[in-house]
């Protein structure tokens, strides 16, 4: 889809304008004129013959000709007819800076934005918004927004969920100098969304860099498949908002406990090599470094400074997130010394004292410029009376200037907070970002460094598709059908693993205690005996766990002991009978966690991490979006604390790791191909050197 009509529009109606001083129909015409747009601007409201000098029409039906887009400003009740009148006029994007639609106004919303977006089809019109600031292209000239700002021409694409995000970073960009491609402020989704942004933005010959501000996601999977593309071509960075949203389903499994929604973004984004950012700082610093340095020449940092301790803290934060220092050369130490007083560090970071002339800085960035393997340098400079300010960065910017291309990419740290304009001008002309401390400016360094390295979470290989075993979704969906039975029984979630070669320790099934004595002396002691409840999570809180049986007389006993506890402490439970299994030794082994959920915004969601039942204190796991490859399920395992064990350490040998890998992803084509599961937990899979076996699973299914 083509959207250069969008955002480069020949002509515009604005439909609602006004000469009212603090109208919405007012803002909006006066920044589409002060901002320069050349186009043709048609002006619609009945009320009105003329608005700021601009003939104003009463209807769309009288304009000469279908503009490229409009904007609508009218209120709510009126978007949906408006919409259908410019179908029939013949335009094709309308931006709807109005609310009162789902977002805001309930049922009355709801219908209201249906029957706009119900005409907007009829008619191929696509829509921006509802309820957004609007859309901005400074290159064009052209601003459809009531921000108060005008933002520069430049090179970095934002697109924001939220309009009092893209009015803080433009009131701040303006400060700084920093200047956009594009702006979107996408509203509430309605039509366009931020896959169609993002595929539009990546071929965009003006936009070097893409940063979105998103707090929910429509039309998840073709975002992400656009996001892989996208971030071959430029740097796409995301802030998230609502990390720390409540899940309802958080109370009923492991699952759902350990995969709040937050997780599962963060998952997908790191599946589909998006960088991700946490703070409107970063974005502000981001957004510093990415207008004068859209991808960096190197991944090490040579730190100049003429402070000892701020050079060592730009080290603490560069080495604490995961950055290298640049190795300095033989051949580089050598110069070094020859221009530095002895008392300098001798190693990098490059103390060059207190008291370092204009002179001795430049002569210093000199020798590291020149040095072929160092392509980044951090300029950290301390006003001292010896070293003042104006008169380092007169020199700095004289060395700048007459390097001859190409030249190591260069940040700087001022601790003079207050730089004249003229010289914040010339850095910027020489691509140089400013910034107030050393943590700031290693850390947008890093965020760059990182955005570059997620693109080897993108899966290369094609996935291999699992067939679907149609025994399962047999069983399933006549468990649906039934609406009896929300969690499955256990003798039916070890069915189900089997059938899709998830290995599972044998299980015997008693319906009372004298069963369970007689079940057992045809297994082998010792056995374990379990509760048997879909209603208990955690069977060993509520005394649902008896281990190293070693007789039918203790099997009995132990589970007349249990009905007595489990009624104590749970008296509402259904019970179900007893589950015998037998005891299985570790041997070195470990207890690991395998879940799923299947999230509203992504679909199945797999969770891998370290078991047993302090799973949800120890919060160890990672998650990926299923199905998964070998290569995403060895990457899922890696992100977890316990798999440093799990590869083996001194005397411990390492685990089957491809038969965990196999069941990672038959577990990933078992959510996948049986949408009838909306959550599934095997706690533990007891994993040794030698086997791996699920000790206990359990299963929702959804009721429909």
Not at 371 to 394: G, M, N, R, W, Y
Not at 438 to 459: G, Q, S, T, W
Request: glycine share 6%.
């Amino acid at each position: 889809m083509n959207l250069d009509s969008l955002f480069s529009p020949t002509s515009l109606a604005l439909i609602g304008a006004s000469p009212k001083e603090g109208s919405l129909g007012r803002a909006l015409l006066e920044n589409i004129i002060k901002g320069g747009y050349k186009g043709t601007i048609f002006l619609i409201n009945p009320k009105y013959t003329q608005v700021l000098d601009l003939p104003c029409s009463p209807s769309i039906e009288t304009l000469p000709f279908p503009p490229d887009i409009a904007v609508l400003c009218t209120p709510a009740k009126s978007v949906p007819t408006i919409i259908e009148d410019l179908g029939k006029k013949g335009t094709k994007f309308a931006v709807v800076i109005t609310a009162g639609f789902s977002e805001e106004n309930g049922e009355e919303g709801r219908i209201l934005q249906e029957a706009m977006i119900e005409n907007a089809k009829i008619y191929g019109i696509r829509i921006v918004g509802p309820n957004c600031l609007g859309i901005m292209n400074p290159s064009a000239n052209f601003n459809a927004t009531f921000s108060p700002r005008t933002p520069h021409k430049g090179n970095i694409a934002f697109v924001s969920q939220s309009g009092a995000i893209l009015v803080s970073l433009l009131e701040w960009a303006h400060v700084m100098g920093v200047g956009f491609s594009k702006l979107i402020s996408v509203g509430g989704l309605s039509d366009l969304n931020f896959a169609d942004y993002l595929k539009y933005l990546m071929h965009d010959s003006q936009t070097k860099s893409i940063i979105l501000y998103i707090e929910t996601l429509t039309d998840a999977h073709r975002f992400l498949s656009i996001a892989r593309e996208a971030i071959v071509k430029k740097p796409v960075i995301v802030i998230k908002s609502g990390r720390f949203q409540e899940v309802a389903q958080a109370v009923r499994s492991h699952s759902g406990a350990l995969a709040g929604s937050d997780a599962v973004y963060e998952a997908a984004f790191r599946q589909a090599g998006l960088f991700r950012v946490y703070e409107l700082q970063d974005i502000y610093d981001l957004l510093l470094t990415l207008n004068h340095l859209p991808q960096l020449k190197g991944d090490q940092l040579a730190i100049l400074t003429n402070g000892g301790g701020v050079g060592i803290l730009a080290t603490d934060t560069l080495i604490s997130i995961g950055g290298e220092l640049a190795i300095l050369s033989s051949s580089t130490l050598n110069k070094l010394n020859v221009v530095l007083p002895p008392t300098w560090s001798h190693g990098n970071p490059i103390d060059i004292i207190g008291d370092a002339s204009p002179e001795r800085y430049t002569k210093a960035l000199e020798i590291l410029m020149d040095d072929p393997k160092i392509q980044t340098i951090l300029l950290i400079h301390c006003p001292t009376a010896l070293s003042p300010a104006k008169e380092v960065f007169e020199a700095i910017i004289e060395t700048l200037t007459k390097k001859q291309s190409p030249r190591p990419d260069i940040f700087l740290v001022s601790l003079q907070q207050n730089i004249e304009k003229k010289m914040l001008s010339n850095f910027f002309h020489e691509k140089v970002p400013i910034y107030p401390t050393p943590e700031r400016a290693v850390r947008a360094f890093m965020h760059l460094v990182k955005c570059e390295a997620e693109k080897d979470n993108i899966e290369k290989k094609s996935r291999k598709t699992l067939k679907v075993e149609p025994n399962v979704s047999r069983i399933l969906k006549d468990l649906v059908k039934k609406k009896d039975q929300e969690w499955l029984d256990h003798h039916i979630v070890q069915e189900i693993l089997t059938l899709y070669d998830i290995p599972v320790v044998k299980t015997a099934f008693a319906s009372s205690p004298a069963e369970a004595s007689v079940l057992s002396q045809k297994m082998d002691f010792p056995l374990v005996l379990k509760i048997a409840s879909k209603d208990i999570v955690h069977k060993s809180e509520v005394g649902g766990v008896a281990l190293n049986l070693n007789s039918p007389e203790e099997v009995e006993k132990s589970a007349h002991t249990m009905l007595t506890t489990v009624s104590h402490y749970f008296p509402q439970a259904r019970n179900e009978g007893f589950i015998l299994q037998p005891m299985i030794p570790l041997n070195h082994g470990f207890e690991l966690f395998l879940g799923g959920i299947r999230d509203e915004t992504f679909g199945p969601v797999v969770i891998f991490g370290a078991g047993g039942k302090a799973v949800e204190v120890i919060k160890d796991k990672a998650l990926a979006l299923a199905p998964l490859t070998k290569t995403s399920a060895l990457n899922l395992i890696k992100r977890t604390r316990i798999y440093e064990q799990l590869k083996g350490y001194r005397d411990q040998k390492p685990i089957p790791f491809d038969q965990l890998l196999d069941c990672l992803i038959h577990l990933s084509y078992l959510l996948v191909n049986q949408p009838e599961i909306a959550e599934l937990d095997i706690n533990p899979l007891l994993v040794d050197t030698k086997k791996i076996l699920v000790l206990d699973a359990r299963t929702r299914i959804f009721l429909k």
